[in-house]
């Protein structure tokens, strides 16, 4: 009967199924564990990636920023206004008022442009009495007059200190009648 009792039983698979289920779970922890790992390194590589173009920009933008920072502008006025008789063939006198400021960014500058201002006063003096009204009719005009001017400051800062001294010259006021 023994037999015939094994017979009626069903035949003992657990011993496939343990061989079946025993690589599983070690699949899919291998498989997990896997997965992890190339999550981990592609997040490692990122962050890595990204914080070297930060840390590659950050001194370059710093150096931008201070390069397009330029010193602080520092402002010489010539006073008293400038007046001049106009040169030209108009009805009667006419006359040029105008008030000059020098602008300069070199700290050093500002006290050679105050030593030599009565010079740059005579040559600004003798450039302005040689105008005619109709050269400064208009803005086109009066801007080649203030780089004239400008030149002529140049050019004698140049000659006494060896540097130009005024990066600009600004006109703040401008009155002909």
């Known amino acids: 009967m023994a037999a015939a009792a094994d017979k009626s039983r069903k035949p003992d698979t657990s011993k496939d199924k343990d061989k079946e289920t025993a690589g599983k779970p070690r699949r899919s922890l291998m498989a997990t564990v896997l997965v992890a790992v190339v999550a981990a390194a592609g997040v490692g590589g990122a962050v890595w990636y990204f914080t070297q173009g930060q840390a590659d920009a950050a001194p370059a933008k710093a150096k931008v920023a201070k390069a397009a920072t330029p010193a602080p502008a520092q402002y010489f006025a010539l006073d008293p206004a400038f007046v001049v008789n106009l040169n030209g063939s108009v009805d009667g006198p006419r006359y040029l008022q105008v008030e000059v400021q020098l ?62 001294a005024a990066d600009d010259l600004l006109f703040t006021s401008f009155v002909t009648q």
Request: no cysteine; glycine share 4%.
């Open 103 to 164: 602008m300069t960014r070199d700290p050093e500058a500002l006290p050679a442009l105050q030593t030599h201002a009565p010079a740059i006063r005579a040559k600004l003096l003798m450039l302005f009495s040689q105008v005619e009204p109709e050269q400064i009719a208009d803005r086109a005009g009066k801007e080649r007059l203030q780089a004239s001017a400008l030149a002529e400051v140049q050019k004698l800062m140049t000659a006494e200190t060896g540097k130009k």
